[in-house]
């Protein structure tokens, strides 16, 4: 897997990466990690009244920040060009309609109950603010699965290009390192490094850790691969100690899956909403009532005396709103579009990371749940060295006979897969099912090839790198025109950043109008 | 942490271990583990026509028993000494009654909705039986979180005593490691054993594998601890740089407790019934309606000249049953208290197994979920190296606000638990609490000791170790009568186990009742 992969899978979508600040500040301890959610907006209460404030896109950051400033007593009005909450926080489901920019409709027609999160899917319980808005609008969670000891890993180069099992890379994986290490220790090599008592307990803990045999030697065990699971009676286990070697694991090269699930914000315990991502924006929405206009498209965002005024176009008619402060919380690459009153710094800032949308995709079939019923797979992802991957099982609907499975989640533009045809892209991510499911390629039905390069209203997924300038004057209000959306947050391509981007705005907001009143 | 303590939580209740059988036989590739699930009972439908069979004992085993034979067209009649099915597959709740032998009860005051699997309470996606009847019998599902980076261990002699987040120690661990085996590549320790090609890309894969910096140090990670997620404008990443060092880390001995969630048994994905793990039994019961009688705890089985004659209590008025076969499908701690006539082979059997049962116990008690609400933890399990442990958090009703968390589940035996008083015992399974969550000992409420040892009709948790033998004598019937329960299995402690041994008790009885009719 190249770098481009790597950083998708484990970060997916940041721009320019967290900058992380290493800091030895903090003692040793446990600190219960907690996201900005529980710090709530520090303003008076009913600070807002007689303030009005448009907020412009209703995906998650354009919902939190009206949601935010009307709990404040703000005069909101949310402008959203679509029909529908949620911006790529979209559950597709039957009757719903993939709309390309250049024309491209796909027709969602699944069986009933059954839906793909296109946008974000995944909630790690570490994102305070989303699992807090969800117990506050009261949407049930249930488990996401996003790592299985079940799932599949594969590269042409071992094995014989057939798919092994994440247990026994995982497992022998650790047991290989422990025995070289275990070997390395017992040598000497690191005499220097570990006191006598110190190398003699190490020993006895990669035997535990490995696990390695009495003679430290890697043998496999349980926890990798077993040809025969134990039974009633005379039926005993059977390990498979056909293990895969340090060379071939350095061949297969599937360090980064074997890692993700230590990423941060793919750590378990996940969740996903009971019924769709979309649950959380329709929620919102719910609550937000009249105040959001839908099919509204945004055609100018001009400043005035009073502050601005928003154009927009509403069933061919262009209106207008008069409002103290806008909220500009729709992606870069739909803004740059609009004509728009910024001064030179923020048109820069904008066209520039406009242009730097990065092409996630999905393309989700539905299915038989044959990796359920014929692999004992449920949820989490199985990964491929070339062409679409990962494949992602749904944790949706656990036992349910059909399901959604993505076959691919990643960059259109890596390895040429943006140059094929529809049709190729369908059958390469087909393939991809075919080459660790034999057989079950032709199970799949139905499929959608959701890439958010060419969704209408969207134009990518998410920002890419940007220059640490271009943030910081993005993350800055023009005048009483500001700016939310996950592209200014260091949790791009979250839901969680798109939020906490929306709680930052209403409070920038807030300061200046208890400044302005003071 | 002991040998003792290292088994229970590899292996639950497994009598002399798996005895793992290695082999290369099987081609190293992909072998989706199935259990004996697939395998259905090999023979005619409607076999069991006018033959009859009384099963004993209406736990797991029992059930399974019932279920297959009545399913063959036996007729069946299984009797069990309580008010209702499942043994010890019970999910205690609000009215229940925890009995011990001595005469102590307790009795269980939980608010409306909670409760608690005080028996199994895993269903690992590999046990393709017990899945298997789930779905055959609708008992919904949903996923049981068995493994959490949220969770904490804890043990005096590191970090003064305060507990470490388990993606700490996790992630320290295999970053040392990764450090340890780096530098010793580096220096030439493992030139004969691997290339130079190798040498390098392995010191190059250790970097994403620790993760290890650019010159191979170990220097934390986001994955390990974080002093800031990352949110809106400015706000990055703050990585906790002081990590725990090897030194500490075998101090710490948190071996077994970084490792159980690769035991076969207890890797993801896990599920449990929702509303308890009763509701498979329940279903099994609902299945066989008249067939179960409750309350008719057996007094005496003798081998007739037809068969078997079981003699039970009801209501204090001994009745008999006549019946061509008996399968014994209760604890031989019952069993061997029980006027029965057994060969000298079965009864020496039944005798010494009665004697090995093990006193595994939990302790749940009702309390405010702080641990979700203040700590994040989700599910999953919590380590202390003394004491009452692990702590296991619900995964059932996440996000309500009232659950059932278990505070030690562990051998009454170990370390002088069972010489406490049960006042005692409840201190110290707060005290657990305490030490992982400061403060927050004090909202537990309503506890219960449910120490498997002292309950009435099971008097232990499951069989110990026995001799091979007995284990051959006890898994092959004595003329008519034959034996079933996890302990006539290599899944002991597990349901699977029990289901297995009723499945092959059945099995063997129609392939007699098949040699018996040609």
Known sequence: MGISRRQFLARVGQAGGYSAVFTTMQSLGLMPMKAEAATPIAASPGIGKRIKLVVLGGGVAGLTTAYEAKRLGYDVTLLEARHRPGGRAWSARNGDIVEFVDGTTQHVAWSEGLYQ???????????????????ELKVPLEVEVNTTRSSLLQNDKVNGGKP????KVVNDTRGQVSELLSKAIAGGALDRDLSAEDRQRMIEALRIYGPLDSSSKYKGSERSQITRYPGAGP?????DENVLGIHDLLDANFWDAELYEEAIDWQATMFQPINGMQQI????????????????????????AKGVRVGYSRKGVTKYIEADYAVCAMPLT?????????????????????????????????SRRFWEMDY??????????????????PSANLFSDRGIVVAGYMMETEDGFDKLSLQEKLDASRASIEKLHPGHGKELEKPIFC??????????SWIGPISQSDYDIITQ?????????????????????????????????????????A
């Open 334 to 366: 739909i803004l740059k579009k609009i004509k728009a009153d910024l001064d030179d710094d923020h048109r820069g800032a904008v066209d520039r990371g406009g242009d730097t949308y990065q092409a996630a995709c999905k393309i989700p079939w539905e």
């Open 117 to 135: 999160n296109m946008g974000p899917a995944r909630l790690p319980s570490i994102h305070d603010t989303m699992l807090g808005y969800c117990r």
């Open 451 to 460: 890439g958010w390069k060419h969704v209408k209203w969207n134009e990518g």
């Open 477 to 517: 209000p023009d005048g009483p025109i500001y700016f939310a959306g996950d592209h200014t947050s260091h949790v791009v391509g979250w839901q969680e950043g798109a939020a906490l981007s929306g709680k930052r705005a209403v409070q920038m907001i807030s300061d200046k109008v208890k400044a302005a009143r």
């Open 235 to 239: 039926r005993t286990l059977i390990v």
């Open 164 to 167: 092994l099992l994440q247990r």
């Open 376 to 393: 004992n797979i449920y949820g989490g992802l199985s990964f491929l060295a070339k062409g679409p991957s990962p494949i992602w099982y």
């Open 281 to 304: 924006s329709f929620a919102f929405a719910r609550s937000l009532g009249s105040a959001i206009v839908y099919e509204a498209p945004v055609t100018e965002i001009a400043k005035t």
